[in-house]
């Protein structure tokens, strides 16, 4: 009798091997043992698993949740985290000081933070903190864009305003308070957060 191809020890009957429901039932277990196991409630697998092993998993319907036992308890599995810290593009009077995104369980943050290198930005004028025109200043880099245009504020630590974001990618400055303005060496940060499609 051979075993399975994945290394679980589970007995693979050949044809030509006597009929043995013993080994049969052994093989099952193994297979349940290694499967997802479904349970109405932590309660009713508590009682149905008095000696959990270690890497058992199972579904819990109430809480709509996966659970693993770690060999002391049962545990959700931590979500695996993407982060990036490079790609981030800037135009033409930026420098790019750092930039990093983390992308965990469907939500999306990046953070950026870009030095003015050329001449100050101000207000369009009669205190609206309009910018006009509204400079193009940055470009996410691929893959970590949001799925639609949505807004953010950024900080100078002197000003602050808003950037829009278009689902390209692109940070559009469109308003800044006061009437310092974005000078040269200005550090802007601003920090984004989105659920993903």
């Given amino acids: ?5 994945y290394g679980q020890s589970i007995f693979i009957p050949a044809l030509t091997d006597t009929p043995n429901i013993s080994t049969l039932a052994a093989s099952m277990q193994l297979i349940l043992k290694q499967s997802v196991l479904s349970f109405a409630s932590a309660s009713a697998r508590n009682a149905t698993l008095t000696s959990p092993v270690e890497g058992m998993t199972t579904w819990l319907q109430d809480v709509n ?6 060999g002391t308890s049962w545990v959700v599995p931590p979500p695996t985290i993407t982060t990036v810290t490079t790609g981030l593009s800037v135009e033409s009077g930026w420098a790019v000081n750092s930039f990093i995104g983390r992308r965990a369980s469907g939500i999306t943050t990046v953070v950026c933070l870009i ?5 100050t930005i101000t207000e369009a004028g009669s205190g609206s903190g309009n910018i006009s025109p509204e400079p193009l200043i940055a470009t996410l880099p691929s893959g970590w864009r949001p799925p639609e245009t949505i807004n953010c504020l950024y900080a100078t630590g ?9 689902d390209g990618g692109e940070c559009t400055l469109r308003t800044i308070s006061g009437n310092l303005g974005i000078a040269a060496n200005d550090n802007v940060r601003f920090l984004v957060t989105w659920v993903d499609d």
């Avoid at 009798?1 to 191809?5: E, G, L, P, S």
């Avoid at 030095?115 to 001449?119: E, V």
């Avoid at 002197?158 to 278009?166: L, R, S, T």
Wanted: net charge negative; proline share 0%; charged share 30%.
């Fill in 1 to 5: 009798m051979a075993t399975d191809d």
């Fill in 65 to 70: 949740r996966i659970e693993v036992y770690d």
């Fill in 115 to 119: 030095t003015r290198t050329g001449s």
């Fill in 158 to 166: 002197a000003v602050d305003g808003e950037i829009i974001i278009n």
